[in-house]
């Protein structure tokens, strides 16, 4: 890398003693920053330490003498050194009158971009986020420069401080061939975005600091016209943006959806829930944790999405050494994609599914069965943020210790994770408990061994059919959602032949957390069938019963694999049951 900041004539506009202090100071080439406050000590910052310059307390004339060495202040309260990237910002009292200045060094350094360089040649929008500090505006510089010097696109930059291409009206050597436009007012940031579009014929448009809804308008405008955006945002994650309701746009947006009766019973989740509002403004999202190290979202939409469902988001860490080397590792959420324990693959192989060892149908690694959760309302709070904190906090009530499996008698994992869909769940957990069955549900198709779906689901959803094609996942189709039927599904997955005659645990599924009048009538329907259907085989009708508790009784016939229909009129309408 090659590094140029001009230090001298920062220095320059520093008085005299404090200027030889920090010229004579062993660390000056990593300098950060100068802090003059009016009644303090002078200090010195650097990377991982600060240190005092002078024993005297900084006086109005010091300031007073600096600023007239600078440029002039704009809205920002920014100012800065001609032909220079240094930035000097100032701190004023009720009145107006600056009484603390801050002297942030500017540096030029090419070849900081090379972790990203594949991701800048895409073409696509590319969003930087990180704390104050870290070489966001450092890393737009360099980017600027080599779309417009090595890619040969029109780039103009969108310079609100002069702290990207420098102050004055010459832009710095550092932006290469890039144009640059400055803003009066920070306020006017985004008309000059749009006036940038259409006055000058951009291929790319690079801002920096997005803080306003109006920015991030204009940036959505700017996308949608087809421009490659290159921008930072005020955030250190994806995460920060999407709790931040001014700029949630830059990800898609944020919105609260009723979901269905079939949809969220598919899901396995509450009615209401939280979803990406449109596509992002920015495709690939880039967080600048240290110098050295990056977190890079390939596909923010991805990203977002898996973040609103609970699940860990699997993004790229890049890393580079002293020599230059860029390392690059994908992590990868080992506990049925929820979070829990990470664990690191090279990129140059494909990324693998975890396994293992086991020789089930598909050694999918450990997964755990995800916990209902109880739906609170919290007081004081919007129910969207209720829903938005619940999202990211969703992983934490999963028990890791379900998570061990073993092989079963005929070579499958135990227990198997089944994906429910279209089948009630409250059932599916009902006949799992009752028969202490090696099952566990799971609401993500990922980490499934098998789907167990309606079978009228099944036929009219062809994108069901196609995910679990590709993912290898077998389907097995149930005719109802009733508890017999979803009894022998669970068996055929489990490889258990089904019994001559029901058990009692069995039976015990008809009767679980019944009323007075349901338990006597499942009681009649049982002895009917046990005392003269079977043994006789003789016809029986039973007594009249309410449709739903009729509703029951077939459903208990039907597990002896027998055959009833309902007939005469309500409020005598009542079963009849046939021999096999």
Known sequence: ????????????????????????????????????????????????????????????????????????????????????????????????????????????????????????????????????????????????RVLADDLHKRVVIIDTSNEIAGDGDVAHPAIGRARRMQVAHPNQQHQVMIEAVENHMPEVIVIDEIGTELEALAARTIAERGVQLVGTAHGNQIENLIKNPTLADLVGGIQAVTLGDDEARRRGSQKTVLERKAPPTFEIAVEMLERQRWTVHESVADSVDSLLRGRQATPQTRTVDDHGKVAVTRQLAVVNGRGGHLGTVEESFPP???????????????????????????TGRSEFDRLLDESFNYSESIDLDAATRVPGPNGEDLPLHVYPYGVSRHQLEQVISVLTLPVVLTKDIDSADAILALRSHVKNHAKLRQMAKARHVPIHMIKSSTIPQITRGLRRLLNIDDPDMADDRELQLFLHNGSDDEMDALEEARLAVEQIVIPKGQPVELLPRSPQVRKMQHELVEHYRLKSHSFGEEPNRRLRIYPA
């Open 1 to 144: 890398m090659t590094i140029t900041d001009d230090l001298q004539k920062l220095l320059d506009i520093l008085p005299q003693d404090l200027r030889q202090a920090v010229e004579n100071h062993p660390k000056r080439d990593s300098l950060v920053e100068v802090v003059l406050d009016l009644g303090r000590r002078p200090e010195a910052r650097f990377p991982n330490q600060a240190e005092y310059l002078s024993e005297v307390p900084v006086t109005q004339e010091q300031i007073d003498d600096c600023i007239q060495r600078v440029g002039i202040f704009g809205g920002d309260n920014r100012a800065g050194i001609e032909q220079t990237l240094h930035r000097i910002s100032a701190i004023r009292n009720r009145t107006g009158k600056v009484i603390g200045l801050t002297c942030r060094v500017g540096r030029a350094v090419f070849g900081t971009i090379g972790m990203i360089r594949d991701l800048v040649e895409t073409g696509k929008s590319i969003l930087m986020l990180g704390r104050p500090g870290v070489g966001k505006t450092t890393a737009l510089r360099e980017i600027a």
């Open 352 to 378: 693998a599914r975890p396994s293992n060892g086991s020789n089930g149908w598909r050694s999918s690694g450990q997964m755990v069965a995800l916990p209902q959760l109880p739906v609170e309302r919290v």
